[in-house]
């Protein structure tokens, strides 16, 4: 008898495959947020790239006064340099985004399913964990550096996508999905440790009066539709100052001001129906928000924070080979580059031999540990955590910045060398991917059913 081979591509029991494609929704969005994080990260590595050239110039002097040039209001405890309104303000544009993202995920997103979301979450916390405890191995007997051991656990999205846009990776989407979540679940944690063992001389009046603000604009923005109706710029003119004033007084509070943008962010109603694209709905709150915030963010936020942090006086070679030899730099290096891959491929490898899971049939392990050598980029947090453990301008600071340039580097450079081998697979893949024999303008691969 003659009987029809399985398709390999065909997913009979979704719950046992590991980094399935998901919906065709869920795909189209992150895409669409990976083509505006291209665009960031290219500007991104300019900035950076500009400011190490500057601070190693003989305009030096220059670019270090801008950096320390201060304004603001000093009765409100404002009157920052600009270096500091940086990290401080405009990143808190980018950790409000993360928030967004992340309750969108959990929300209305397909990680929302614990079958779909276990792997990818705890692939995050082993890319956390592991280089953390490197670090703290090679730096343990130094009680004043091991202060850095969160320095090596964020991936930078921007960066990473970035990398994939200059080396032309076709990856599917089921990779692009896990690289995204990888990369906002550790934001979230790291922005969990920056405010328990980053923050200092706690104040509680600013902390509590906080929550004032705080409430109200998370009222307002659950009744959106009652108060505003589709008047999208009424909300901002009343969100956007109470969302302000949340932020000065987690500042004042000593509390570092970027957790405020993550709980502004989760304050952002997100409804299932909204964020599926229901015809019926309309653009929620949170995706007015997310649309209108995530160019502020990728254009000019965070090129403009890696800007003021990446300069760093390298000193020539001598001084170069100082700072990579420094334990701060090499606990960076290996955190990001061996830790960071060996966390999230072996916990990965452990959770799939635990439930006998296997993975999706258009991609192989040696493109998960690809998307794990991209993880170890780590820019933007790295950069921020590393100025909130030694300080900005400190020796150590600098050697921070040394070993986490470094590192991104050299992990983009072995993502790329193993990413690049696999592109014939990956746009076989998306060509998979684009067939839609019905014509119904969703492509089969995302309607089969074993």
Do not use: C
Request: proline share 5%; no cysteine.
């Amino acid at each position: 008898m003659n009987s029809t081979p399985p398709t390999p591509h065909r997913n009979k029991f979704p719950g046992s495959t590991v980094f399935s494609r998901g919906s065709y929704s869920e795909a189209l969005r992150i895409g669409e947020i990976l083509r505006k994080e291209t665009v960031g990260g290219a500007l991104l590595v300019i900035a950076a790239v500009v400011a190490l050239v500057w601070a190693n110039s003989p305009a030096s002097d220059s670019y270090f006064a801008l950096r320390d040039f201060k304004v603001g209001y000093e009765s409100w405890h404002l009157e920052l340099s600009l270096g500091a309104w940086a990290s401080d303000g405009l990143l808190a544009i980018f950790f409000f985004l993360v928030g967004l993202e992340l309750k969108r995920e959990f929300v209305a997103g397909d990680l929302r399913q614990l079958s779909k979301s276990i792997v990818p979450v705890a692939a995050a916390v082993g890319g956390v964990a592991v280089p953390a405890v490197i670090f703290a191995v090679v730096n343990l007997s130094s009680p004043e550096t091991l202060r850095g051991w969160a320095i090596p656990t964020a991936t930078d999205i921007a960066f990473a996508v970035a990398v994939l846009a200059i080396i032309g990776s076709h990856l599917p989407s089921a990779l692009r999905i896990f690289l995204l979540t990888l990369a906002v679940v550790d934001d979230l944690i790291a922005i969990t440790i920056i405010a328990f063992f980053y923050s200092s001389d706690i104040q509680v009046l600013p902390l509590l009066l906080a929550l004032v603000p705080l409430a109200l604009y998370a009222f307002l923005a659950q009744k959106f539709r009652r108060f505003f109706g589709l008047h999208a710029a009424a909300a901002w003119l009343v969100l956007l100052p109470l969302g302000a004033v949340t932020w000065a007084l987690v500042h004042a509070s000593g509390i570092h001001a970027t957790v405020a943008g993550v709980l502004l962010g989760f304050a952002i109603p997100v409804i299932r129906s909204e964020a599926s694209g229901g015809p019926e709905a309309g653009p929620g709150l949170a995706e007015i928000f997310e649309h209108r915030f995530r160019p502020i963010s990728a254009g000019v936020a965070v090129p403009v924070f890696a800007f003021f942090s990446a300069g760093v006086a390298v000193g020539g070679w001598a001084g170069l080979g100082s700072a990579l030899t420094d334990p701060v730099a090499l606990g960076i290096i290996l955190g990001l580059v061996l830790g960071k891959p060996v966390g999230i491929l072996a916990t990965t490898w452990i959770l799939t031999k635990a439930t006998r899971a296997t993975l999706d049939s258009s991609f192989k392990w040696i493109d998960v540990f690809g998307v794990a050598l991209l993880a170890g980029i780590g820019f933007t947090v790295s950069l921020l955590v590393a100025e909130l453990s030694f300080g900005n301008g400190s020796l150590h600071d600098d050697h921070a910045k040394v070993g986490i340039l470094a590192a991104s580097l050299i992990a983009a450079v072995l993502a790329t060398a193993v990413l690049r081998t696999r592109n014939r697979q990956y746009r076989l893949a998306e060509e998979l991917e684009r067939v839609d024999s019905d014509q119904d303008g969703v492509p089969d691969v995302y309607q089969e059913r074993g």
